[in-house]
Nanobody, 121 residues
Framework: QVQLVESGGGLVQAGGSLRLSCAAS????????MGWYRQNSGKQRDLVARIDSGTSTNYADSVKGRFTISRDIAKNTVYLQMNSLKLEDTGVYYC???????????????WGQGTQVTVSS
């Protein structure tokens, strides 16, 4: 199995910055994509940023130019640098990893427990 541990959320003023981290561990054979999703109460979980096994990235339009996703392959860790934060960036951020374990035949999607990001005025 694959476990994800997220860190870096918190309370920040508008215009500030935060950096989220998500470390994957367990019997990981291979990781393809890693990404971050955001969810607010009563709403669906939306993609914020995603990076594949190479260097290809994609971002939600609302965060382009402000957020940067990166990954450390050796550490099985994905980061989300969030700059120029806005009130609407508030939400629970979930890490997502698409990985294949040593015991699995297929790639599966794994989710972190979520970390709260609150942007205040």
């Amino acid at each position: 199995q694959v476990q994800l541990v997220e860190s870096g959320g918190g309370l920040v003023q508008a215009g500030g910055s935060l950096r989220l981290s998500c470390a994957a561990s367990g019997s990981i054979f291979s990781i393809s994509a890693m990404g971050w999703y955001r969810q607010n109460s009563g709403k669906q979980r939306d993609l914020v940023a995603r990076i594949d096994s190479g260097t290809s990235t994609n971002y939600a339009d609302s965060v382009k130019g402000r957020f940067t996703i990166s990954r450390d392959i050796a550490k099985n860790t994905v980061y989300l640098q969030m700059n120029s934060l806005k009130l609407e960036d508030t939400g629970v951020y979930y890490c997502n990893v698409v990985a294949k374990s040593y015991s699995g035949a297929l790639f599966s999607s794994y989710w972190g427990q979520g970390t709260q990001v609150t942007v205040s005025s």
